[in-house]
Nanobody, 121 residues
Framework: QVQLVESGGGLVQPGGSLRLSCAAS????????MGWYRQAPGKQRDLVAH???????NYLDSVKGRFTISRENAKNTVYLQMNSLKPEDTAVYYC???????????????WGQGTQVTVSS
């Protein structure tokens, strides 16, 4: 089985920083895109940042200049460095990988369990 395990969430004051990580394990042949989503209570899940296999990135407009997504392919890991955090960044953050498993013929989307990020006011 393929699973994604997230870490790095927590409570931080406005203006502070956190770094999230997400590592995939299991019978993985390859990983294409990696991304981070977030979902606040009562709201839809939004794409925060995405990074392709070639390293191209894109970001939600509201986090541009503050968040940085990166990947370490040898560890099947994606990171989200979050700086200058604001209360509106408070949400559960989920990693999402596009993975080709050994047993499969097509890439499939896998999700992390979610990690809570709370930015106090």
């Amino acid at each position: 089985q393929v699973q994604l395990v997230e870490s790095g969430g927590g409570l931080v004051q406005p203006g502070g920083s956190l770094r999230l990580s997400c590592a995939a394990s299991g019978s993985i042949f390859s990983i294409n895109g990696m991304g981070w989503y977030r979902q606040a209570p009562g709201k839809q899940r939004d794409l925060v940042a995405h990074i392709t296999s070639s390293g191209s990135t894109n970001y939600l407009d509201s986090v541009k200049g503050r968040f940085t997504i990166s990947r370490e392919n040898a560890k099947n890991t994606v990171y989200l460095q979050m700086n200058s955090l604001k209360p509106e960044d408070t949400a559960v953050y989920y990693c999402n990988f596009d993975i080709l498993p050994y047993s499969g013929r097509l890439y499939q989307l896998y999700w992390g369990q979610g990690t809570q990020v709370t930015v106090s006011s």
